[in-house]
């Protein structure tokens, strides 16, 4: 894998170095269950990875590029560990 900085102290993504998904693979991508979802499912894992990102980038959306009102909130800077995140 190759590492991509997300700047600053934030933590190092790492990026694969392999092909992605493939027509004849035996098992199916995420978005095929994903789009069997209902809308609450969906607004739910929505929400969920909403979460996963605030904790671990400081921004809902995971991307400093499209911070959300109030965002980073001060429980979620940079500054703050990820323990009591």
Aim: no cysteine.
């Amino acid at each position: 894998m190759n590492s991509v900085s997300a700047g600053g102290d934030r933590p190092t993504a790492q990026a694969p170095t392999w092909p992605g998904p493939q027509a004849d693979d035996d098992r199916e991508t995420a978005s095929v269950p994903f789009a069997l979802l209902g809308e609450e499912e969906l607004a739910e894992v929505r929400e969920r990875a909403a979460h996963a990102n605030e904790v671990v980038t400081g921004l809902r959306s995971g991307s400093k590029e499209l911070p959300g009102p109030g965002e980073p909130r001060p429980q979620h800077t940079a500054t703050v560990s990820k323990l009591p995140r």
